[in-house]
């Protein structure tokens, strides 16, 4: 299943890590049993500068890095502006049931797999 996504991200490896939004934010993506999971490097944004939308099968993360305080910076890694980063989602994901969280400049995106079915045994009655 992660196939799919893994040679996408392989795929736009080779472009520049910037987008015509802006700067695409570093991300990994890890599966297992139960759940797709994205973590992207966001320092510096909040909750309200973020936005998750599942469009047929992309998933897309969009927002906006705040400027930087006044000052003199010493070391700057994260460029203010737009940035936008899109993944083309396999099948087999409960779009009704993926969850965004973002703590300490880190976004969680979990993407639940469709629990398999077991076969079953169907008694046949007479009637």
Not at 93 to 100: E, K, N, P, R, W
């Amino acid at each position: 299943m992660n196939a799919q996504i893994s040679r996408d991200e392989r795929d736009h490896q080779t472009e520049a890590p910037e987008t015509r939004r802006g700067v695409a934010p570093a991300v990994d993506i890890f599966e297992n049993k139960t759940e797709l999971l994205i973590v992207a490097d966001l320092p510096g944004v909040g909750p309200g500068d973020i936005a998750v939308r599942l469009d047929k099968n992309e998933l897309t993360i969009a927002g906006k890095r705040a400027s930087a305080p006044e000052g003199n910076a010493l070391a700057v890694e994260g460029r203010p502006g737009d940035f936008s980063r899109t993944f083309l989602v396999p099948q087999g994901i409960v779009a009704d049931g993926i969850t965004a969280e973002v703590a300490q400049g880190v976004l969680k995106v979990r993407l639940p797999k469709v629990s398999s079915q077991k076969p079953r045994q169907i008694a046949v009655k007479a009637s």
